[in-house]
């Protein structure tokens, strides 16, 4: 019988140019991985390990089952955001119109990205301070922008505003804020935003700010949204997450709200890219908002957890430092050991059980300060079980 021969030509691998090339695995997949692989306990990436409400999950079923399953309006859903409208007139007393200022999102870190596209062009330059979230400078890269950067003040990871006013060229197109602070806990201060507000008058500058734990803060701190400071708002794309403020961080929803010039432009990246986002939680979204108590009440539970977390640690040989919103709380560990932090914390996962996150992460060039970041989110029994192990170090 003859066989027939099939002859194939080989093609080496297709090469791409990345516009990344310096960007791996981020760490809080790493570190998440080693959790699951060695069976550690995760204090290190930001979410809850206990239940979201019930009602809002209620919610979303009933939305579900009531047939809100196609395609939301590119914006988002007109109720949501005019819920949005009336939460933002309530708690910082700024009149942002609902149509055409609010903008839904899949996700506080797709807004910030989609802010950056929206503005930057090839040669920007973008105010960036560290330790910072992990996203802001390949955000800028990606854009074919360029990150200056400028280190906070430690202790305390304060603004050096001098700093920045030095910083700032004809090529600055924006600065970033993050307030509550991922990874450090700082917060900024009246006196902080009447600085960024001296330092941007009667320039080009755009704010983006990331406010994603803005009901996260503790101590009786009121947080200094952006909304609060007209000056700033005209300038700013103010960035939000309902999965911080509701434990459903897998929801991946939030929003951007930023003056009518400036949203028209975000909106024509957004309706080429997500275009929508989901609508059942939309809709139980837009009924939850009302609900006041479901935001107010955060700041109080979240700041028994770190309380509770602070109380336990002293039973260790970490060094807390202050923590004044967010999930987080940061660490030194001089009194252990002399390794670097990534090495520390891989041999903390490993060794004792307990996943956390090296702050060098958070740091372009990977300074070592040797602190790490440890999220207190957590059930009581899972922060009691993750110091029990923390005691043998």
């Not at 691998?13 to 695995?25: A, D, N, Y």
């Not at 400078?137 to 050096?160: C, M, R, S």
């Not at 028209?264 to 979204?285: D, G, I, M, W």
Request: proline share 6%.
């Amino acid at each position: 019988m003859p066989v027939l021969c099939l002859n194939f030509t080989f093609y080496p691998l297709m090469q791409i140019s990345s516009p990344l090339p310096k960007v791996g695995t981020n760490i809080f997949t790493i570190m998440s991985g080693l959790a699951a692989e060695t069976g550690a306990i995760n204090l290190g990436q930001g979410f809850p390990d206990y239940p979201m409400d019930q009602e809002l999950h209620q919610l979303v079923a009933k939305a579900m089952a009531s047939g809100h399953n196609q395609y939301a309006p590119m914006p988002g859903l007109p109720s949501l955001r005019n819920a949005i409208a009336a939460k933002i007139e309530r708690i910082y007393g700024a009149k942002v119109d609902p149509a055409n200022e609010i903008t839904i999102t899949p996700g506080g870190t797709y807004a910030i990205y989609t802010a950056f596209t929206t503005i930057l062009a090839e040669g920007d330059e973008v105010i960036v301070l560290e330790p910072s979230y992990d996203s802001y400078v390949p955000n800028i890269e990606i854009n074919k922008a360029k990150a200056i950067l400028i280190p906070l003040k430690v202790p305390g990871y304060g603004v050096d505003w001098q700093a920045v006013e030095k910083a700032i060229t004809p090529k600055t197109k924006a600065i970033i804020i993050n307030s509550p602070h991922n990874p450090t806990g700082a917060v900024l201060s009246k006196v902080d935003m009447l600085e960024l507000e001296r330092i941007t008058e009667g320039t080009n500058i755009f704010i983006v700010s990331d406010e994603v734990y803005e009901h996260l803060i503790f101590d009786g701190i009121e947080h200094q949204s952006v909304l609060r400071y007209p000056k700033l708002l005209e300038r700013s794309f103010v960035c939000f997450s309902f999965g911080k403020v509701y434990n459903c961080t897998g929801w991946k929803q939030g929003y951007c709200v930023a003056p009518a010039a400036l949203m028209k432009e975000f909106r024509k990246v957004h309706q080429f890219n997500a275009f929508s986002c989901f609508t059942p939680t939309q809709v139980a979204l837009a009924e939850y908002l009302f609900n006041e108590q479901a935001y107010l009440r955060l700041a109080g539970e979240l700041q028994t957890k770190r309380d509770y977390f602070i109380s336990l640690m002293k039973q260790t040989k970490f060094s807390l430092q202050p923590s004044y919103g967010s999930y987080f709380i940061c660490g030194t560990y001089e009194k252990i050991s002399e390794e670097g932090d990534k090495d520390f914390a891989i041999r903390l996962t490993k060794e004792i059980g307990v996943a956390t996150i090296p702050v060098s992460a958070f740091y372009q060039d990977g300074k070592d300060d040797k602190v790490l970041r440890f999220c207190f989110s957590k059930k009581q029994a899972t922060l009691e079980k993750a110091v029990e192990r923390l005691v043998k170090l």
